[in-house]
């Protein structure tokens, strides 16, 4: 089989020159400059003793005709792509020709490599070496075009014999040093370039069977390379908001975010997938080269299409409304910052159906961010998109595409949540899951997200966690800590030494740093029955519900409280995730915008009443009319009707009581407020009387019991969180 590359030689100014006129491609973004500066340094300092520093590998532009890439204005396309040496080129342009480099961090820096001519020494300049007249501190002087090496010579001779007496020879040395770095100019380099022929797996196997320890390709960065070449508008905009997210803004509108600061990249996988419903980056690759798959040639007006399908899922993935809604959608899932969040691409991929719902389905707000809420809270818990994600990913999207309407897309992701998280997975996979010592767990991290959702309490306080875990609260210590429940020092007194045994998920639960502090080295049966003093029954309940702490577990085995914690942090989880279920269910959202049916309503139970089915709402008009009760009154009728119903939950199979505790909770939430007004006042009593006083238990025995519970206190959270803007009537 014949050679698929040519052997090309060139000396080191003709390479500078080739990437100066854009014959050679080497674009900012290919791969950003990830070179230590020593790195550069070494470069230079084995050209000037005379040493081989290795080939670059070039592939061939196919098809070419898209302009050129690099820096400054060029005069020719681009026809040999860099595949290997980009960072040797980097430096060695950046230090010849003065030109500044784009760090991984999109930062821009000048490379200044420092000459000391008396000993033919290279260093990386510092302040230091500025200041000292031994050296040449930017070597890039010497090839500028009005440098005199004489001149520069003698000026550098001068400088250093004020401060020192310079000997003959180490004038006649120094003088030769300068020249000979003038000369570096003619290094020899061999270049390979592969022929345009060849597809982009193929040139990534030559790379990989050549180079071992270079920084691997992806396709990503094959596409990034073609932008530059054919559109390159589109890659200085996905270039400019990556650097933008990383700037926190202070006004204006801004990519800025708590999640992530996205890589270019990242944003190419969600257009990919926006446009394409694409996953695998090598076909796409293809289709914009303007190749015919069945054929193997190349059209330009093949290749324009497809690129203008590109830019168009471009704008909507970097359309800043787009991008800040859907980071409300993980708020609303109970994720408050990405140091929550374990996967990055749970969140380009949910950015992805995100997209898609609101431009080709066109899913109501409300409903796309439930949806979107619930399918992230879902990737994240199961880690969908953690092995063979691209597999996965790319059969996600292929799904998508018999459907037509919103409720398609809804009920389909819904569809595919409800087969992977069956009873079978609450009760057995997901604690086995939490059998982990893994800080970044998704099960650990779902966790804090069902926290959120149920907005509890940290441990032993009246804080709520999401206020704690606020990424803008922040100290010399942690406001919240992961507290041991059975203490190391204690544990090891058992026999319990090892770090996997004492850090496991299930002996931690989240608590204030002050708390932490007092309970220090304390075997849990000495510190808990003082931590609870002064609270009441009901604070001691629901704070065993939230941190999943057995019945008399303070005087367990710590075996057998590690394996019955774990069962009931799973309930808790999958507590938090029915939490937004029945928001989704009722096509309803308690946030502080009201949906579009309750806008023209007048009064706040006109608002409420528009919320609920004509049936729902007729009877919820004569609760609004019932004599107002003492909040105590209703409290203590919510308390007594979920105990009602927990005696009967273990003869009565078909009672959903974990459902009924949630409605119970969010009712008693609804109490605690204070300042209320008459007309709210009504509101709530409506709502409590509604889950208390109407309900049969034949009606709540059935497979939709309390969901008309649950669509009269959701209207009415919707209706006050509008109302009070700066309160949470329920996690949001």
Same mark, same amino acid.
């Given at each position: 089989?014949?050679?698929?590359?040519?052997?090309?030689?060139?000396?080191?100014?003709?390479?500078?020159? !080739?990437?100066?006129?854009?014959?050679?491609? %080497?674009?900012? &973004?290919?791969?950003?400059?990830?070179?230590?500066?020593?790195?550069?340094?070494?470069?230079?300092?084995?050209?000037?003793?005379?040493?081989?520093?290795?080939?670059?590998?070039?592939?061939?532009?196919?098809?070419?005709?898209?302009?050129?890439?690099?820096?400054?204005?060029? +005069?020719?396309?681009?026809?040999?792509?860099?595949?290997?040496?980009?960072?040797?080129?980097?430096?060695?342009?950046?230090?010849?020709?003065?030109?500044?480099?784009?760090?991984?961090?999109?930062?821009?820096?000048?490379?200044?490599?420092?000459?000391?001519?008396?000993?033919?020494?290279?260093?990386?300049?510092?302040?230091?070496?500025?200041?000292?007249?031994?050296?040449?501190?930017?070597?890039?002087?010497?090839?500028?075009?009005?440098?005199?090496?004489?001149?520069?010579?003698?000026?550098?001779?001068?400088?250093?014999?004020?401060?020192?007496?310079?000997?003959?020879?180490?004038?006649?040395?120094?003088?030769?040093?300068?020249?000979?770095?003038?000369?570096?100019?003619?290094?020899?380099?061999?270049?390979?370039?592969?022929?345009?022929? %060849?597809?982009?797996?193929?040139?990534?196997?030559?790379?990989?069977?050549?180079?071992?320890?270079?920084? #691997?390709?992806?396709?990503?960065?094959?596409?990034?390379?073609?932008?530059?070449?054919?559109?390159?508008?589109?890659?200085?905009?996905?270039?400019?908001?990556?650097?933008?997210?990383?700037?926190?803004?202070?006004?204006?509108?801004?990519?800025?975010?708590?999640?992530?600061?996205?890589?270019?990249?990242?944003?190419?996988?969600?257009?990919?997938?926006?446009?394409?419903?694409?996953?695998?980056?090598?076909?796409?690759?293809?289709?914009?080269?303007?190749?015919?798959?069945?054929?193997?040639?190349?059209?330009?007006?093949?290749?324009?299409?497809?690129?203008?399908?590109?830019? +168009?899922?471009?704008?909507?993935?970097?359309?800043?409304?787009?991008?800040?809604?859907?980071?409300?959608?993980?708020?609303?899932?109970?994720?408050?910052?990405?140091?929550?969040?374990?996967?990055?691409?749970?969140? %380009?991929?949910?950015?992805?159906?995100?997209?898609?719902?609101?431009?080709?389905?066109?899913?109501?707000? $409300? /409903?796309?961010?439930?949806?979107?809420?619930?399918?992230?809270?879902?990737?994240?818990?199961?880690?969908?998109?953690? =092995?063979?994600?691209?597999?996965?990913?790319?059969?996600?999207?292929?799904?998508?595409?018999?459907?037509?309407?919103?409720?398609?897309?809804?009920?389909?992701?819904?569809?595919?949540?409800?087969?992977?998280?069956?009873?079978?997975?609450?009760?057995?996979?997901?604690?086995?899951?939490?059998?982990?010592?893994?800080?970044?767990?998704?099960?650990?991290?779902?966790?804090?997200?069902?926290?959120?959702?149920?907005?509890?309490?940290? %441990?032993?306080?009246?804080?709520?966690?999401?206020?704690?875990?606020?990424?803008?609260?922040? @100290?010399?210590?942690?406001?919240?800590? /992961? $507290?041991?429940?059975?203490?190391?020092?204690?544990?090891?007194?058992?026999?319990?030494?090892?770090?996997?045994?004492?850090?496991?998920?299930?002996?931690?639960?989240?608590?204030?740093? #002050?708390?932490?502090?007092?309970?220090?080295?304390?075997?849990?049966?000495?510190?808990? #029955?003082?931590?609870?003093?002064?609270?009441?029954?009901?604070?001691?309940?629901?704070?065993?519900?939230?941190?999943?702490?057995?019945?008399?577990?303070?005087?367990?085995?710590?075996?057998?409280?590690?394996?019955?914690?774990?069962?009931?942090? !799973?309930?808790?989880?999958?507590?938090?995730?029915?939490?937004?279920?029945?928001?989704?269910?009722?096509?309803?959202?308690?946030?502080?915008?009201?949906?579009?049916?309750?806008?023209?309503?007048?009064?706040?139970?006109?608002?409420?009443?528009?919320?609920?089915?004509?049936?729902?709402?007729?009877?919820? +008009?004569?609760?609004?009319?019932?004599?107002?009760?003492?909040?105590?009154?209703? /409290?203590?009728?919510?308390? @007594?009707?979920?105990?009602?119903?927990?005696?009967?939950?273990?003869?009565?199979?078909?009672? =959903?009581?974990?459902?009924?505790?949630?409605?119970?909770?969010?009712?008693? $939430?609804?109490?605690?407020? +204070?300042?209320?007004?008459?007309?709210?006042?009504?509101?709530?009593?409506?709502?409590?009387?509604?889950?208390?006083?109407?309900?049969?238990?034949?009606?709540?025995?059935?497979?939709?019991?309390?969901?008309?519970?649950?669509?009269?206190?959701?209207?009415?959270?919707?209706?006050?969180?509008?109302?009070?803007?700066? &309160?949470?009537?329920?996690?949001?």
């Amino acid at each position: 089989m014949p050679p698929v590359f040519k052997n090309i030689s060139w000396n080191l100014w003709g390479l500078m020159d !080739a990437i100066s006129s854009g014959h050679i491609g %080497l674009p900012d &973004l290919q791969r950003p400059f990830v070179w230590l500066n020593k790195k550069a340094r070494d470069l230079f300092d084995s050209m000037y003793r005379g040493y081989p520093v290795g080939y670059f590998l070039f592939w061939e532009n196919a098809g070419s005709g898209g302009h050129a890439i690099g820096e400054g204005s060029k +005069q020719m396309a681009s026809q040999l792509l860099v595949i290997d040496g980009q960072q040797r080129l980097t430096s060695l342009y950046a230090v010849l020709r003065g030109q500044p480099v784009k760090r991984q961090d999109f930062s821009v820096e000048h490379i200044q490599i420092a000459f000391r001519p008396i000993d033919g020494s290279f260093e990386v300049a510092d302040a230091a070496i500025r200041k000292d007249a031994a050296w040449i501190a930017d070597i890039s002087v010497i090839w500028k075009p009005d440098t005199d090496l004489f001149e520069l010579a003698s000026n550098y001779l001068e400088r250093l014999a004020a401060v020192r007496e310079v000997t003959n020879d180490e004038r006649r040395a120094s003088q030769q040093a300068i020249m000979r770095v003038s000369q570096l100019a003619n290094f020899p380099f061999t270049a390979l370039a592969l022929e345009g022929e %060849l597809d982009e797996e193929q040139v990534a196997d030559v790379f990989v069977r050549i180079n071992s320890k270079g920084t #691997p390709l992806n396709q990503a960065d094959f596409i990034l390379t073609l932008m530059s070449v054919f559109k390159d508008a589109q890659r200085v905009e996905l270039e400019t908001f990556c650097q933008s997210a990383r700037i926190p803004a202070h006004s204006g509108a801004s990519p800025s975010n708590r999640f992530l600061e996205p890589d270019p990249d990242h944003l190419l996988r969600v257009s990919v997938g926006l446009g394409f419903r694409r996953a695998r980056l090598l076909h796409v690759y293809s289709i914009l080269r303007g190749k015919d798959l069945e054929t193997g040639s190349f059209s330009p007006e093949r290749r324009d299409r497809q690129f203008a399908v590109l830019d +168009q899922a471009q704008a909507a993935t970097l359309n800043l409304q787009n991008w800040h809604d859907f980071w409300r959608c993980l708020l609303r899932a109970g994720f408050q910052s990405g140091s929550m969040v374990t996967s990055k691409n749970a969140m %380009l991929y949910a950015y992805t159906f995100f997209l898609i719902g609101k431009r080709d389905f066109k899913v109501d707000h $409300h /409903r796309l961010r439930n949806t979107i809420a619930r399918w992230f809270f879902f990737v994240s818990l199961t880690g969908r998109y953690t =092995d063979s994600t691209e597999t996965k990913m790319e059969q996600d999207l292929a799904d998508l595409r018999e459907l037509a309407t919103a409720d398609q897309f809804v009920d389909h992701l819904e569809r595919v949540m409800t087969s992977t998280l069956t009873r079978d997975y609450w009760t057995f996979t997901l604690p086995t899951e939490l059998t982990s010592s893994s800080a970044r767990s998704p099960a650990l991290s779902a966790y804090h997200a069902a926290l959120n959702l149920l907005d509890a309490r940290a %441990l032993f306080s009246t804080l709520r966690v999401r206020d704690l875990l606020d990424p803008a609260a922040r @100290g010399k210590r942690a406001t919240l800590e /992961r $507290h041991h429940l059975f203490p190391k020092a204690h544990l090891q007194k058992l026999g319990t030494e090892s770090r996997r045994d004492t850090n496991q998920i299930a002996n931690y639960a989240l608590i204030e740093w #002050p708390d932490n502090s007092d309970i220090g080295k304390k075997p849990p049966k000495e510190y808990y #029955p003082l931590m609870i003093v002064g609270k009441s029954a009901e604070e001691i309940q629901r704070m065993a519900f939230w941190h999943a702490l057995p019945k008399g577990w303070e005087k367990m085995d710590y075996s057998r409280f590690l394996e019955e914690r774990r069962k009931l942090m !799973a309930q808790v989880v999958q507590a938090g995730f029915d939490s937004l279920a029945s928001a989704a269910a009722q096509g309803l959202e308690a946030t502080a915008d009201l949906p579009a049916e309750a806008e023209g309503a007048s009064s706040l139970a006109e608002q409420a009443l528009s919320l609920l089915a004509p049936e729902a709402a007729e009877y919820f +008009q004569e609760l609004l009319a019932e004599p107002l009760m003492a909040p105590e009154r209703l /409290r203590a009728e919510v308390r @007594g009707y979920v105990a009602k119903l927990e005696s009967l939950a273990a003869y009565e199979s078909g009672l =959903d009581i974990d459902r009924a505790r949630r409605i119970g909770d969010r009712c008693l $939430h609804l109490l605690e407020s +204070q300042g209320r007004s008459e007309e709210e006042s009504r509101l709530v009593q409506a709502a409590v009387s509604h889950f208390t006083v109407k309900d049969d238990l034949a009606a709540d025995l059935g497979p939709s019991g309390f969901l008309d519970d649950e669509a009269a206190v959701a209207a009415v959270e919707t209706v006050l969180s509008s109302r009070h803007r700066n &309160l949470s009537f329920i996690p949001d």
